[in-house]
């Protein structure tokens, strides 16, 4: 799976703007460019920080993100990281949260961007895995990126689903800038939220995975928030049409010094409601037994919801490949194919 990210981070406002500068926003930018661009699952060639001289307009910020979901293809993860200052006025019509830009002013929402733009563009790519990360204020108020009846509009193919995950789950006024001292020296000076989520994509955690999905993602940078002792707010993630189990990041963590993997489901069924709650993760060993493998996917296959059937096609197209014998092609697919076929 391809990948392509965006990197807000404005940091400076106009002295009289009434916004307040924080450096603790550049550097967590800066930060996440260097720690993606060194994950195998994203790479330098994948990953734009914005440069301060395109952070001053709506225009400039906005081009780059729909340069992004323009270029994204089916199979690709389209990320959107925004770190800065939200706001939110009851008397904008929508329920908007907004973003800040650097020549956005304080109580004047025309110069802010409109988290709906960011929504729109991100709605219409053709990305299959849609992902924003917000660490701001009132990130808490953002809703589902692919919501219908919540935005109109045109909503790209979603294959493996949308995720919003924000820096606030509770206090819409959490998310300070002043960076976490309970860090490593090269994350202190990030915002918070940012520092433990950059913290734990560089070390890593025991989690038996190769990659450190979207559920575990949430999981670890909590208990990471959590155990540093210093109060924090706790991030949020909305969900839809996807799975918590679904890779975004790698797991750096070297393999000897993490838990054990768990045992294979044994049946079917079992099998069924793995997926459907962690999503492809470790499908591997299913491709073990052929027979199991096709009543797997023919059960996947006849959910209902469109991310259930979209797994059950990543099976069976790798389950086509693996099972390349004649003989075992045969018990594959005098399980599957009444189903598929249909």
């Known amino acids: 799976m391809a990948s392509r990210a965006i990197v807000i981070g404005p940091a400076n406002y106009a002295r009289d703007s009434g916004i307040a500068s ?36 709506i225009n400039d910020v906005m081009g780059a993100v729909q340069s992004a979901a323009d270029q994204a293809e089916p199979g690709d993860t389209l990320l959107v990281v925004y770190i800065g200052h939200g706001a939110y006025w009851a008397d904008v019509p929508g ?19 409109s988290s709906w733009y960011v929504y729109r563009a991100m709605r219409r790519s053709r990305a299959s895995l849609k992902v924003l990360i917000a660490d701001c204020c009132y990130s808490n108020m953002l809703p589902q990126l692919s919501a219908e009846g919540t935005l109109r509009g045109v909503l790209g193919i979603v294959h493996e689903g949308t995720c919003v995950l924000t820096a606030t789950k509770n206090d819409r006024n959490a998310a300070d800038a002043a960076g976490c001292p309970r860090l490593p020296a090269d994350l202190q000076e990030c915002t ?48 839809n049409g996807g799975r918590e189990g679904m890779p975004l990041f790698t797991n750096r963590m070297s393999p000897p010094d ?67 014998r004649p003989e075992l092609f045969a018990q594959y697919w005098a399980e599957v194919g009444p189903t598929l076929s249909a």
């Open 22 to 57: 924080h450096p603790e926003i550049a550097h967590s930018a800066r930060m996440y460019g260097q720690v993606l661009g060194s994950d195998p699952r994203w790479g330098p060639e994948a990953v734009e920080v914005l440069p301060p001289e395109q952070l001053t307009t």
């Open 192 to 239: 918070p939220f940012s520092g433990h989520l950059l913290n734990v994509l560089t070390r890593g955690t025991k989690h038996y995975n190769d990659e450190v999905t979207l559920g575990l993602m949430l999981d670890v940078v909590q208990e990471d928030m959590q155990r540093c002792g210093t109060p924090h707010d706790l991030p949020n993630m909305i969900l």
């Open 258 to 324: 993490r838990e054990r993997m768990p045992s294979a489901p044994a049946s079917a069924e079992e099998w069924v409601e793995t997926m459907k709650r962690e999503g492809a993760q470790g499908f591997d060993r299913l491709l073990n037994d052929p027979v199991i493998t096709g009543q797997v996917v023919s059960l996947l296959y006849q959910q209902s919801e469109e991310a259930v059937r979209h797994i059950a096609l990543r099976v069976n197209k790798r389950a086509n490949q693996h099972f390349d």
């Open 95 to 113: 329920d908007q949260v907004h973003f800040a830009v650097g020549s956005s002013r304080l109580r004047q929402p025309h110069t802010w961007m």
